[in-house]
């Protein structure tokens, strides 16, 4: 998609801090971090969102997540995942992309 911001990103049009690649996925380092770690897991492959999701992109991300959380040293403090999906979800960039936040407490529920 030629407007979109992730796929620019994963194009190296737009810079991102890159912090794992393979064939099927793009993570980056969130340029508005909530937390110490705030990556986005993105698919190489252009989706809106969740809904759109397939049983081998989810598998690429689920594989990601667990690299991810055991490179960026939380695997064993904990983390949280989010992926926001739509207008009541307040997904603002439409490309599916999976928030691995942690390195704090984070707060028990949002809102
Ligand atoms: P969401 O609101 O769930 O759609 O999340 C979009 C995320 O993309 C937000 O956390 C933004 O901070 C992040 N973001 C927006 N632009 C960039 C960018 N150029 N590089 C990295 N992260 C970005």
Redesign the pocket.
Known sequence: MSDC??CK?IAGE????TVFENDKVYA???????APV?V?IVPRKHMDNILECDAETAAALTDAVQRIAESEGVDKTGFRV???CGKH??????HL?I?LMGGKQLPERMG
Request: avoid cysteine.
């Open positions: 911001l992730f990103i737009i810079p991102g801090k980056f380092r969130d340029i508005n971090p909530q705030h986005l989010v992926s926001n979800g307040a997904q603002s960039v439409n992309h928030h």
